[in-house]
């Protein structure tokens, strides 16, 4: 008798199992089609767009900003190529003195909460 209530709750996880395997392809083939969608409108915008990491000093305050992802609208602006300045900072991107220049702009986009047009 014992044996039954066991195959059956080992029948019973199993399926929860491959119920919930069944539920993680549908979330990734969902996520992998989202992310396709993003990268195809972030491409195709008609405004520059790039996003940038914030590199913080040790008491928190913002020192620089790395590239991390640009979109075509912008390389042409800039007349960059990608692969030449992904994870670079603004002053290597666009010489010394730039990190300086647009840090006001910056502190208000962190103050604000919104983009800068």
Partial sequence: MKTQDTNGDLD????KLKASENRLFV???KLAQLKELYQNLFNHLADEVHLWKVIREKEGRIKTWELADVNPAALITWGKQKEKIIGKTTDEIFGKGTTEQFMPIVRQIFNTGKPHK
């Fill in 12 to 15: 019973a996880l199993q399926r």
């Fill in 27 to 29: 979330a990734e083939s």
